[in-house]
C-alpha cells in the first residue's frame, strides 16, 4: 500500500467517525434520481414553479457553511449545480450536532451525496436545490487534484490550472481525468456517437454484425507483428489476431453477403501517438462487390459521420479545416509519388527502387523488397501532405497478399487506402478469390519471412481450403475507429480517444526520506 498523506490519514479518520455516529459511509440502500443537473438549468423557470421534487445525486464538488446555512457544488454527470442547506431544515428538533459533525466536518469534497429538495434561485439569479434530506452514498479516501485560478497580471484574467495536466497521470488515471476535466467525457461520448453511425449506417443496408475469434493458432489478415500466447489444455500456442479479415471471408463463403465486426486487434509493435498496442478496427466485406464500390462507401458513411458528430461535413482538426464532403480526391499510388517527389517509378526495378529512395533521403535496411521500399518513399514523401481526405489506389501486388490482382495493370492490385490529416483511416480490396493465385501469394510471403521480414504473413491452409469450396468476388474494408476518432474529436493523440491508453509499468515514487534536523 502506498504511503498515506495527511489529507488521506484525516480522511480515514472521519470514516471511523461516521461509523460511530451510526452512519454507513458505503450504503446499500437505493437512492432515487429524478432529474439531472442539466435538465434543471436548462428547463427550471421560477414563474412555473417547476421542479419542487428533485432528488439528485453525485459528488460534493465545493462547500461553503455559514453558520447555520451552507452553499455547496453537486456534480452528476451533466454539470454541477448549486446547493442551499439550510441545519434547521436538515436536523430538526433540538439535536444539531449531527448535522454540525457530518456536514460542517464529516463530510469532504468528492464524497458522494444525494440530496431531495425544490429548485428556486438564490437573490443572485443562481438555480439551486434548497435541499429538504442529504445522505452520504460513498466517502472518498483520496482528495481530487484541486483546480486552482490565479489572475493574470498583464492582462487581469482569471486562469484556471490545475494539479492534473500532465498527460501520464491523466491516461494512467482516467478516472480522476475525468472528473476533474469533464470535458475529457465529451471525446469519448462522441467517439461512441461516432460508432452508432456507422453501425446504422451499416445495418440500414442489410449487412449483418458478426463476432469472429480474437484467439486464432494462426494470425493473418494483415502485416503485423503479433502477441503469442499459449493454451494450456491443448497445450498449443495461439495469436492474438492482428485482423478479422480471414475469418470474415469464410463467413461469404459460408453464404452472407454482407457482414462486418467492430473489435479489438492487438499488434506487437512500437508505440506512438498513433499506435496503441490494441486497437479497434471495423471490417466489413460484402459479396458481389469490388473496390471502386467500396471507395463510394467509405466516402458517403464517414461524410454521414461527420454529420452525426457535428451537424456539417467540416472538421476542424488542429490547424486544418477538413472536409468530408463527397467526392474525395484520388490518386493511384504512383500519380501520388509521382505529384509530390517529381519521379515516376512506376517502372522501376528493385535495384532502381533503391537509388530513387536513397536520393530522397528515406531510410532502407536490406530485408526490404520493391513493395516495402515503395510504401516507405510513399510514407515520407506524400502521406503527410495528404491533409483533406484522399483515395489511394492500385498498389503494387507484393504490398497486398489478399488483393486481387488489377484487372488493367500488371503488377499492381485493385485496393485503395483513405488518407486524412496525414495519416491512413481505412485500407480495402476487391478481395483475392482466386486459391492458386492465393497460394502462390503466400509462399511468396514466406520468402519475405525468410529475408527477415517480422511482418510477412504465414500460410493458412484452412483459409486457402475454403477458398477452394468458392468465394463469390466480393469487396472488403477495415477502417481504424482510434484514428477517425482522434480526426472526429481534434485529439493530438491517440491515447486520447482510448479510455485507458496502454503505459509503461509505473514507477511509484519513493517517499524521500525527511533530512534529519542538525
Known amino acids: 500500500m502506498h504511503h498515506l498523506s495527511e489529507q488521506e490519514i484525516l480522511r480515514r479518520q472521519k470514516l471511523d467517525d461516521l461509523k460511530a455516529l451510526g452512519i454507513n459511509p458505503y450504503p446499500s440502500e437505493l437512492f432515487d434520481v429524478n432529474f439531472s443537473a442539466q435538465e434543471i438549468h436548462d428547463n427550471?423557470?421560477?414563474?412555473?414553479?417547476?421542479?419542487?421534487?428533485?432528488s439528485l445525486a453525485g459528488r460534493l464538488m465545493s462547500s461553503r457553511v455559514m453558520g447555520k446555512a451552507s452553499f455547496a457544488e453537486l456534480m452528476d454527470s451533466s454539470g454541477r449545480i448549486q446547493l442551499y442547506v439550510n441545519r434547521d431544515e436538515i436536523c430538526p428538533g433540538e439535536d444539531k450536532t449531527l448535522y454540525n459533525s457530518v456536514f460542517k466536518k464529516l463530510l469532504d469534497l468528492g464524497d458522494f451525496i444525494g440530496v431531495k429538495g425544490y429548485v428556486f434561485k438564490t437573490q443572485v439569479g443562481e438555480t439551486s436545490i434548497h435541499v429538504k434530506e442529504l445522505v452520504l452514498l460513498a466517502k472518498a479516501l483520496r482528495?481530487?487534484?484541486?483546480?486552482?485560478?490565479?489572475?493574470?497580471?498583464?492582462?487581469?484574467?482569471?486562469?484556471?490550472?490545475d494539479a492534473f495536466t500532465d498527460p501520464e497521470q491523466r491516461y494512467r488515471?482516467?478516472?480522476?481525468?475525468?472528473?476533474?476535466?469533464?470535458?475529457?467525457?465529451?471525446?469519448?461520448?462522441?467517439r461512441t456517437q461516432l460508432v452508432q453511425a456507422m453501425r446504422n449506417y451499416l445495418n440500414d443496408k442489410g449487412y449483418l454484425e458478426v463476432e469472429t475469434p480474437i484467439l486464432q493458432p494462426l494470425y493473418g489478415g494483415a502485416a503485423a507483428r503479433p502477441f503469442k500466447t499459449h493454451h494450456n489444455t491443448l497445450?498449443?500456442?495461439?495469436?492474438?489476431?492482428?485482423?478479422?479479415?480471414?475469418?470474415?471471408?469464410?463467413?461469404?463463403?459460408?453464404?452472407?453477403d454482407g457482414v462486418y465486426e467492430f473489435g479489438k486487434d492487438f499488434r506487437n509493435e512500437g508505440m506512438s501517438r498513433f499506435h496503441n498496442p490494441e486497437f479497434t478496427q471495423m471490417e466489413l466485406y460484402v459479396a458481389y462487390k469490388d473496390y471502386n464500390w467500396m471507395m463510394d462507401l467509405v466516402e458517403e458513411m464517414v461524410e454521414r459521420v461527420a454529420m452525426a458528430l457535428h451537424g456539417k461535413t467540416e472538421v476542424q482538426v488542429g490547424d486544418n479545416l477538413i472536409n468530408f464532403q463527397r467526392p474525395w480526391q484520388r490518386y493511384t499510388m504512383f500519380e501520388a509519388i509521382e505529384k509530390f517527389t517529381g519521379v515516376a517509378i512506376g517502372e522501376m526495378d528493385e535495384a532502381a527502387l533503391r537509388?530513387?529512395?536513397?536520393?530522397?533521403?528515406?531510410g532502407l535496411d536490406p530485408s526490404m523488397g520493391k513493395s516495402k521500399i515503395i510504401d516507405e518513399i510513399f510514407g515520407e514523401h506524400v502521406e503527410p501532405k495528404l491533409i483533406q481526405p484522399t483515395f489511394i489506389t492500385d498498389y503494387p501486388v507484393e504490398m497486398s497478399p489478399l488483393a486481387k490482382k488489377h484487372r488493367d495493370h500488371t503488377g499492381l492490385v485493385e485496393r485503395f487506402e483513405a488518407i486524412c490529416n496525414g495519416k491512413e483511416i481505412c485500407n480495402a480490396f476487391s478481395e483475392l478469390n482466386d486459391p492458386i493465385d492465393q497460394r502462390?501469394?503466400?509462399e511468396d510471403q514466406l520468402e519475405l519471412g525468410k529475408r527477415g521480414d517480422t511482418e510477412a504473413m504465414v500460410l493458412d491452409e484452412d483459409f486457402l481450403r475454403a477458398l477452394e469450396y468458392g468465394m463469390p468476388p466480393t469487396a472488403g474494408l477495415g477502417i481504424g475507429i482510434d484514428r477517425l476518432s482522434m480526426i472526429m474529436t481534434n485529439s493530438h493523440s491517440i491515447q486520447d480517444v482510448l479510455f485507458f491508453p496502454q503505459m509503461r509499468p509505473e514507477v511509484v515514487a519513493q517517499d524521500k526520506a525527511q533530512p534529519s534536523a542538525s
Open 44 to 54: 427550471y423557470h421560477p414563474e412555473l414553479n417547476n421542479f419542487q421534487e428533485v
Open 355 to 362: 537509388e530513387t529512395a536513397t536520393k530522397l533521403h528515406v
Open 235 to 256: 497445450d498449443m500456442s495461439l495469436y492474438l489476431r492482428i485482423a478479422k479479415e480471414l475469418y470474415l471471408k469464410r463467413l461469404i463463403v459460408g453464404g452472407f
Open 440 to 442: 502462390q501469394r503466400f
Open 173 to 190: 488515471q482516467r478516472y480522476v481525468d475525468m472528473v476533474v476535466n469533464p470535458q475529457v467525457r465529451e471525446t469519448f461520448i462522441k
Open 143 to 161: 482528495p481530487l487534484p484541486v483546480v486552482k485560478t490565479k489572475k493574470d497580471e498583464a492582462t487581469g484574467e482569471e486562469i484556471t490550472y
